[in-house]
């Protein structure tokens, strides 16, 4: 009987997509190396790795990129119908489905200004001080989440946040390690900025369809062709372009 739902839910998802003719609208918030914008097209790991998915599954695909809550908005209203780069979560089970096979795996890290080293070894450390954060992004370790320890003070780009962060308006920041130092480069950064060691949360990053019978079918479907993309060389070689120096130099060891 599973077999045969599946094969159901697989053959109206086709024929839905089909009969609307109408590409699929996909939305993400910049988030490089993740996704990102470069000379008026989108690249970046993920984008890029779902682009080749979906192109071998047939499916032809829109994309916008806007800021994160924009993107939340969009999928609660119907407007989107996948959302690229979302951690998933009990709440979101009720309006997103999630593939199995997820993005990227991510370690959130805290990053500070180099002449101002704060210590950073337990949460305790962190009293009294404002750290950076993103509007809207979920950080999966609920002590950090929740701690009225310190204060969040949210920007509305990443790019702004470690503009804070050198300036001194805010303490630290807290973003994904890869991400973090990708953007480094982009802005020139590296030798202001640097990283605490300890890791905040991990998580996993998936493209989250909106729940509808057609996009269950679908996000089936996305999820094994890209598990079978990701044991290819051509995966290999699209990760490797966007591995950090950090990622790099212990992969080398």
Same mark, same amino acid.
């Given at each position: ?101 997820? =993005? ?67 303490? =630290? ?81």
């Amino acid at each position: 009987m599973p077999a045969f739902r599946t094969l159901a839910i697989v053959l109206l998802a086709c024929l839905d997509l089909a009969a609307r003719a109408e590409p699929l609208r996909i939305v993400s918030e910049p988030w490089a190396p993740y996704v990102f914008e470069e000379n008026g097209q989108p690249r970046g790991l993920d984008y890029e790795a779902s682009a080749i998915v979906f192109k071998r599954l047939g499916i032809e695909v829109q994309w916008s990129l806007m800021p994160w809550k924009r993107c939340l908005v969009e999928m609660e209203s119907g407007l989107a119908d996948a959302v690229l780069d979302i951690f998933h979560t009990d709440e979101r089970e009720t309006q997103m489905v999630f593939p199995k096979e997820p =993005l990227s795996e991510i370690e959130f890290v805290l990053f500070y200004a180099r002449q101002r080293p704060y210590p950073f070894r337990r949460l305790a450390d962190l009293q009294g001080l404002k750290v950076g954060v993103s509007p809207g992004y979920w950080y999966a370790d609920k002590a950090f989440r929740t701690s009225p320890l310190f204060i969040r003070e949210p920007a509305p780009t990443h790019e702004a946040n470690l503009g804070k962060l050198v300036r001194d308006r805010v303490d =630290l920041i807290v973003n994904d390690r890869r991400a973090g130092h990708f953007l480094l480069r982009q802005l020139g950064l590296d030798g202001q900025v640097a990283q605490h060691s300890r890791v905040v949360s991990r998580d996993r990053l998936y493209l989250a369809f909106r729940r509808r019978p057609h996009l269950e079918g679908l996000a089936e479907r996305f999820s094994a062709e890209l598990r079978r993309f990701k044991q290819e060389p051509q995966y290999a070689q699209l990760e490797a372009r966007y591995r950090d120096p950090i990622e790099a130099s212990a992969s080398n060891r």
